[in-house]
């Protein structure tokens, strides 16, 4: 078959028996995803027209109140995975809390939670600038049947059994991963359809850019000046170009592309950075890591680290493999 032409769809059913004791229940779960990413598409789509339609806190036509977009696409991808009864929890940057979905009742015996991040880069949600959302896949750790609890969604990034995003761009690609490579797919926005255009995408091994929020170096930690400063230093390939959207998707689906690396580290204003390890970090390292990529917090691995809360932040460097190796060289010599 030309890969090409091959749909998300078909995709999904084509590997359903790849997966250990498939059942088809993680296939529905993404072909919700799927479904979810189309209706956010259509409302990032819309974005710009939001003054004429009417401002957020005005109500529509419908008598539905206009919402902010970040709100709307949570509410979207929550609606989606509780209507169809497919996971057993959700945990959402946007929300304080876990969602339980009748995880109590014995009918119900789903297996699987997701962690989502509905819009990511949203303050580029007003600036005509690519956005994302970001999701995350387990098995609860708890047994099928009971109410979920928070040790379902405390897991670390290495039992991940499938992440994704979606970057809603010049094109709105879907890009996920089970744990056999990373493939992207791009939507024909004429039919509605996801056509896979990336399969097995890859870091390059090395690359020429850097992403991070230069506007913070006074607080950065020496060792991210430093490398910073070997980033532009005259030498061999160097110096490096330096881009940064402000949208984690976005500047990594680049860096993935080219090659580069991403940084978001601690600072003496953030401690913890500001990424947060469940939404964000945790899936980005299980994508980064299956195209040959790395993702550390600086110092060791991010899928290695346990949770201990849902909104947890946690440093982020990602990307090509040698340059996250480089970062973490020149952060081990200040660590002293
Ligand atoms: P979110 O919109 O979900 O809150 O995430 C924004 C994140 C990330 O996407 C981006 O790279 C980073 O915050 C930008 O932060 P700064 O504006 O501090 O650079
Ligand atoms: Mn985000
Ligand atoms: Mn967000």
Redesign the pocket.
């Known amino acids: 078959m030309d890969r090409k032409n091959t749909t998300l769809g078909e995709f999904i059913i084509e590997n359903q028996s790849s997966f250990q004791y498939s059942s088809g229940e993680l296939s529905k779960l993404i072909n919700a995803i799927r479904l979810a990413a189309k209706v956010v598409n259509h409302e990032v789509n819309k974005a710009g027209l939001i003054d004429i339609l009417g401002a957020a806190g005005d109500t529509n036509i419908q008598g539905e109140d206009q919402q902010k977009l ?1 709100v709307l696409a949570n509410e979207k991808f929550i609606q989606t995975l509780k209507n169809r009864e497919i996971v057993c929890g959700i945990a959402s ?1 946007e929300e304080d809390d876990f969602i339980s979905v009748n995880s109590n009742d014995e009918k119900h015996q789903n297996k699987y939670v997701v962690l989502i ?1 509905p ?5 580029n949600i007003d600036v005509n600038v690519s956005v994302g959302t970001i999701f995350s896949i387990y098995r609860r750790v708890t047994p099928i049947g009971t109410p979920v609890t928070l040790e379902d969604f405390l897991q670390p990034g290495v039992n991940q059994v499938a992440a994704g995003y979606i970057v809603y761009g010049t094109s709105t690609m879907l890009v996920y991963t089970t744990g056999d490579g990373v493939n992207g797919f791009t939507l024909n926005p004429a039919i509605g359809t996801f056509y896979l255009s990336h399969p097995r995408m890859q870091f390059p091994e090395t690359g020429k850019i850097y992403s991070v ?1 230069e506007g ?1 170096y006074i607080h950065f930690p020496q060792g991210v000046k430093n490398y910073i400063k070997y980033c532009q230093l005259e030498e061999g390939d160097r110096p490096y170009t330096s881009r ?1 959207i ?4 976005s ?1 990594f689906h680049r860096n993935m592309i080219k090659g580069g690396i991403y940084i ?1 580290p601690k600072s003496s204003v953030a401690m913890e950075g ?2 947060r390890l469940l939404y ?1 970090c945790n899936p980005m390292a299980f994508l980064a890591e299956q195209a040959q990529g790395k993702a550390s917090d600086g110092f060791k691995r991010i899928m290695e680290i346990q949770p201990t809360e849902l909104h947890q932040r946690v440093p982020f460097f990602c990307g090509s493999r040698k340059m996250v190796e480089k970062a973490e060289e020149f952060m081990a010599a200040q660590k002293a």
Do not use: I, T
């Open positions: 970040d940057e991040d819009l990511d880069g949203s303050s929020n913070n940064y402000g949208s984690l998707v500047d978001y500001k990424l964000e």
